[in-house]
């Protein structure tokens, strides 16, 4: 390999270890992984934009009705409360925790929420073979960086360690958005696993 | 020897893998900053790692739930919540808890340390042992939120008027901190330095 300024247009470099390689993507369902560190560096799949262009789809729609549909309700000695995740997001508001509850709502509704909106976004023009819309690299890569701070499937953890606490406490009945929520992090995190981001960072820039 | 983008002298996108001249500030492709690790090296990391751990240390010891029930009134901080879960029977859920909020952040703190410190000390640890342990925790860190979202759900839920309420305590606040803290730490680790060295050496 040379250093000449038009050579360099065909390399990558591995993300996690730096070893260059010519970006050659392999057939479907192949996957092209760094001879040094491991890292999967490509794993493309026959249709994967449209599958994971539904999965986002579906991960937006629960989430929009996750929010607002009871949640859970408890009641002991006649009183009874029922919450939505709306509620538990902004659970800290009432004292001096407002920041934390922007981090709450960020992390359970809003970046998962933003996440799945972005790959849309940048998804569509590629499925039907169109040029990217304008700034969908930038859309993209926002929703690459926003990846470990989307925390739905953390948070379906800490619903069952909640209602464990909670089932000496007063009776519990979990509401439709509960399922919704489980079905979304399940869905997220499938969704997260179909997308090959440098085979997507390839289309963006072919078109 | 591994021929990399900066043995050639490139530089690489750490987001989109897409290789630019040397001294380049910005990825075309994908607009993020292209950093140069030799530069920036381990100081962000170590500026997290700091942040997170003053954190943590309120963290454990101020109440995290505060629990109204008729006849009490208690406070009870992370380790404090796990015992009592243990005493009630529920081992699972305390074991749950006690790895999310106390073996995954120490050992967090640990690791991060250990590769920031031992980078230059090949013999300790091989390259691709250390990106296995790079990656579980960066893995691994964002389940260390688990419990600021008990707090998020007891709190909002338990609120019975007189026979049963839940608030949170301070300690969900500087907990919740210290783990976007060592989130960030992690993530400012560059894992090629990590392989560097095998091409200086």
Known sequence: MTESTTAY??????????ALYHAVIPDNNHRAICDRCGTTLFAPREGSFLIV???????LVLIFAATWFPFISISKAGLSNTSSV????????DSAMIPLTLAVAGMIILIPALRVLLILYTLAPLILERKPLPHAALAFRYSEQMRPWAMAEIFVLGVAVALVKIAGLANVDPGPAFWMFVALALIATIQDRAACSLTIWKALEAK | MTETAKTSGLISCTTCARVW????SHCERCGSALIDRDVRGLQPVWAWWVAGLICYIPANIYPMLRTHTLFTDEE???VGGAAELIAHGSVGVAAIILIASVLIPVGKFIAIAFLAVTLRDRKRMSQHRRQQLYEV???IGRWSMVDVFVVAILSSLIQLQDVASINPGPAAMTFALSVIFTMLAAQSFDSRLIWDKEDQA
């Not at chain 1, 247009?9 to 730096?18: E, M, N, S, T």
């Not at chain 1, 709306?86 to 508001?93: E, H, K, P, T």
């Open chain 1, 53 to 59: 262009f539904a999965y986002a789809l579906t991960v």
């Open chain 2, 76 to 78: 009870s901080t992370i």
């Open chain 2, 137 to 139: 925790v960066e893995f």
């Open chain 2, 21 to 24: 001249p040397g001294g380049q």
């Open chain 1, 86 to 93: 709306f509620d538990v997001a902004l659970s800290f508001s």
């Open chain 1, 9 to 18: 247009k065909d390399l990558i470099a591995c993300p996690k270890c730096d």
